[in-house]
């Protein structure tokens, strides 16, 4: 084996922390990238890497197979050419790993907010959501309050979080999900900044909305929702020759259709 190997699924927020760490770098073709279609039962040689589990991304390297993204991440910044973007100081690894630690449940919150069909849940889960966005404004404040980013750059926490703010775009257009500018200025500008660097410009809005509409109506990892045929995650027709998908996700599920995969 010449270069690592990862199979990922390239709209996986998980699978686009590694891209991005792979940009920082300036190593991305240090590794090679095995797309795998989400749609579609998992090969069994893949099924065989991952020890029978469908997450992904996972890492082939000569000395064995890694798994979970924060893991890949670790090794790769430690083992490729490159500057580093963990921190080096030992205290601010240490922070760094604390708003890393964060990271989990602001994940849940907004994909069961997303994710849920209850009307009568709604108003509960925008307010989980909602603080989860204070827990990382009260870190940011107590940690570097007049600063854009955790410290002076772009480092692990923001590649960790990026496609998160990603994917959390189908909150605002799904659920009308805003973030109140008052009381969250830090993260604000956090997340405004880390939306916009280089280095995170893998996926874009229109791609993710379109992609993660079975999640809005309940259904994810490429499953096919309810009267449908197709998921909403399927190569072809390509996600740009789709039509915007309907924002009534409480009213009904949208047909293959209306959703341009038929």
Known sequence: MTKPVLHYIPACPFCQRVEILLDLKGQRTAVDLDVVDITVPRPPALLALTRGT??????????????ESLVILRYLDATLAGPAITREAAYERAVEEMLIALAGDFTSAGYRLVMNRDEGQREPLRAAMLQQYRHLEDFLVWQNPGGTFLFERFGLAEAVFTPMFMRFWFLEYYEGFELPAEGFERVRRWRAACLEHPAAQQVGREEILKLYYDYAVGVGNGAVPPGRTRSSFVAAPHWRQRPWPPRDKYARIASDAELGLA
């Open 54 to 67: 469908t997450s992904l991304p996972v890492l082939v390297t000569a000395q064995g197979v890694l798994k």
